[in-house]
């Protein structure tokens, strides 16, 4: 039997004296609904600490679209942090929503947004400490129905035997057919396993217990997942995708919080999507096609987002920013209304050529903080393998424009064990920030008055589903420190500044992003061990891993370091973004011989397959520069 909905705010408030950070736990923020009218009430989850999950744009989105229904309601919940939810616990206190402090047990759905793979164990907190069933099959007819999407739903399996529902693609319409099949099917009385049968026929929506894996010649260890038979479950569920983004509305985030946050910024989304084609990125592919927002919605949003919410700064999003076609317009509008304000335009997507310096320039004002570029890889061939399409001329170039219109810092963004890579391309990393260094020296002067310094951050590259490297293996963690201490020795000047992300860390979401349904014993046995807020450096545990990993009969590194054969029928081939395989596979070719692919929103199509899959096109505001 289904918790009942009342307000529990009275059996959390003694516990926040004794919290850190209490305001975590607060409602009434500006801008959150506070009338919750049901009859049916969802709750969005982001598995994360309030000053996390609060800015995120997915969960705003979708909670903006539920309460916008007539009879539908949506409010909000964040993972405690550990020393509430070790209070929770002593007192018998269920996790709880924010705006109206209800179990989270009593609603009638439950939305986890899968942000990254590190996340996963936190779903499980959350869950448990809601005290509904960790595993699907063990929940009661009237349960809350657990639903989930976002970034890394594109290889749920190993966390799907806890999901009813995975909502894949665009959730803006996606999230209110599934509230009003399930409600409508409560309505009617029907079963749990007719009710998610009803949410399988609605495109974008996977339902993970309508399928089976099998292990056949064709599969990974893995195996793969396939219909069960006689449920009707289509072979492989497409992505959902909203076709014109200038249908939705343009700000999302309009709560304002009591305490800081990550990203404590207004933030207007002005494209979805990115025809780069990077052939390690997995938002390039999954994302695709290229949806702008016109120019004059954008600056209308941002002028009214600004006066309701009290920001002093806007940040314009997307995967791409300056490649909107009409960037330049529209951070000129933007200076000439918010210039004399002092409001801050940020762009937080840099392109490494001229324009990117020029439009950088446009949204700093007066302030030259730091300026942050991303080659990716040191040499060219490589460059050429991941499909970068960034030479060395557009780095100078950039770098020598950055310096002589004020800029003094210089970030730059690689990535570490891409395929093919070798030590030749690592000594060429420090060799990159060398010579950035030394043209801002030329430009500027030097010695420390000058202020010119250049920082390099190194990230291990982790294959991802659906992108061209998807059959590759991670690099070994052994190898990866080796590398990191060449990239370390092979920077002699001191102004150089180098950082690199934990090995460890990356193995362990390697690992998950590569397993199938099977994996979810091992995400569970983490979790049993401990792990919580695994992306936080404080909080992982490699250890808690590794031994969560034995428990299993499993090697994480054994895991992660496998490469799949290219034909062979991947864990997560039954979800769709609309990309082919064939393209992928095309992809993985041209990339073994250093051959680039052009981005089709500039010149034409080159088969990815996303506009006739999913019947919808590029919309481009202008001819982009």
């Known amino acids: 039997m289904r918790q009942p909905r009342e307000n529990l705010f009275r059996l959390l408030e003694p516990l926040l004296p004794h919290v850190e950070h209490p305001s975590r736990y607060l409602d009434h923020e500006w801008g959150a609904c506070e009338e919750q009218d049901g009859p049916f009430h969802l709750c969005m989850v982001y598995a994360d600490a309030y000053e996390v999950g609060q800015p995120n744009m997915g969960l705003a989105i979708l909670y903006n679209a539920i309460n916008a229904q007539e009879g539908m309601s949506c409010e909000r919940a964040y993972l405690p ?7 929770m616990r002593q007192r018998g206190v269920p996790m709880l929503s924010l705006e109206g402090a209800a179990p989270l047990a009593s609603f009638d759905a439950i939305g986890f947004t899968l942000a990254h793979e590190l996340i996963w164990t936190n ?34 399996e190993p966390l799907a035997p806890a999901l009813d529902a995975v909502l894949l693609g665009d959730g803006e319409q996606l999230i209110v057919d599934v509230c009003k099949s399930i409600r409508d099917s409560r309505e009617r009385g029907l079963s749990r396993a007719e009710l998610l049968l009803r949410l399988s026929r609605i495109p974008g929506v996977y339902v993970p217990a309508l399928y089976e894996v099998v292990h056949d010649d064709g599969s990974t260890r893995w195996g793969r997942a396939v219909p069960r038979e006689g449920t009707g479950a289509p072979a492989v569920v497409t992505k959902a995708c909203i076709p014109d983004l200038s249908a939705t509305p343009p700000v999302a985030q309009k709560i304002v919080p009591y305490m800081d946050i990550v990203q404590d910024r207004l933030a207007i989304e002005v494209l979805r999507g990115c025809a780069r084609g990077c052939r390690f990125c997995q938002a390039g592919m999954t994302y695709r096609p290229v949806r702008e927002r016109p120019e004059d ?26 490649d909107h076609s009409q960037c330049a317009r529209m951070l000129n509008s933007l200076n000439a209304s918010l210039g004399e304000q002092g409001i801050r335009v940020s762009i937080p997507s840099q392109r490494l050529d001229s324009f990117g310096i020029e439009m950088a320039t446009a949204v700093a004002g007066g302030k030259r903080g730091g300026l942050t570029f991303a080659p990716e890889a040191g040499t060219q061939r490589l460059r050429d393998v991941i499909n970068k399409n960034v030479t060395e001329e557009n780095l100078e170039t950039a770098a020598r424009n950055a310096f002589e219109l004020g800029w003094r810092r ?8 891409l395929p093919t890579e070798t030590d030749e391309d690592i000594v060429a990393i420090a060799e990159a920030a060398e010579h950035v260094l030394e043209i801002g020296r030329e430009v500027v002067g030097r010695g420390r008055k000058s202020g010119v310094s250049v920082s390099i951050s190194v990230a291990v590259f982790v294959p991802k589903s659906y992108t061209a490297f998807q059959w590759a293996g991670q690099l070994d963690p052994e190898e990866v420190r080796r590398r990191q201490q060449l990239l370390l020795h092979s920077c002699h000047d001191r102004a150089i500044r180098v950082s690199y992300h934990d090995s460890r860390s990356s193995l362990v979401e ?15 046995r983490a979790w049993e061990l401990g792990c919580r807020f695994d992306a936080w450096t404080s909080e992982f545990d490699f250890a808690l891993w590794e031994q969560a990993a034995a428990d299993c ?9 496998e490469s799949f054969p290219l034909d062979a029928r991947l864990p997560w081939d039954h979800t769709s973004p609309g990309v ?13 011989q250093g051959v680039t692919t052009p981005d089709c929103t500039r010149t034409s199509c080159v088969g990815c397959g996303v506009c006739p899959t999913l019947g919808v096109a590029n919309v481009i505001q202008e001819a982009r520069a």
Not at 553 to 561: E, I, K, S, T, Y
Request: charged residues 25%; contains cysteine.
């Open 81 to 87: 942090w550990k020393d509430m939810s070790a209070l």
């Open 123 to 156: 779903i499980l907190e959350a869950l448990d400490l809601a005290g509904i069933a960790l595993d699907a099959s063990e929940r009661d007819e009237d349960d809350a129905i657990v639903l989930a999407g976002g970034p890394s739903a594109w290889n749920c």
């Open 297 to 322: 919605q954008i600056v209308s949003a941002t002028i009214e987002g600004l006066a309701e919410s009290g920001h002093n700064e806007v940040s314009l999003t997307s995967l791409s920013t300056t």
């Open 410 to 417: 210089c970030k730059l963004y690689f990535m570490m064990g």
């Open 510 to 524: 390697g690992a998950v992003s590569k397993m199938g349904r099977e994996g979810f014993a091992l995400v569970r």
């Open 553 to 561: 009969g499993l090697d994480l590194a054994d895991v992660a370091c």
């Open 580 to 592: 082919s395989k064939g393209f992928l596979q095309r992809e993985w070719r041209r990339a073994a």
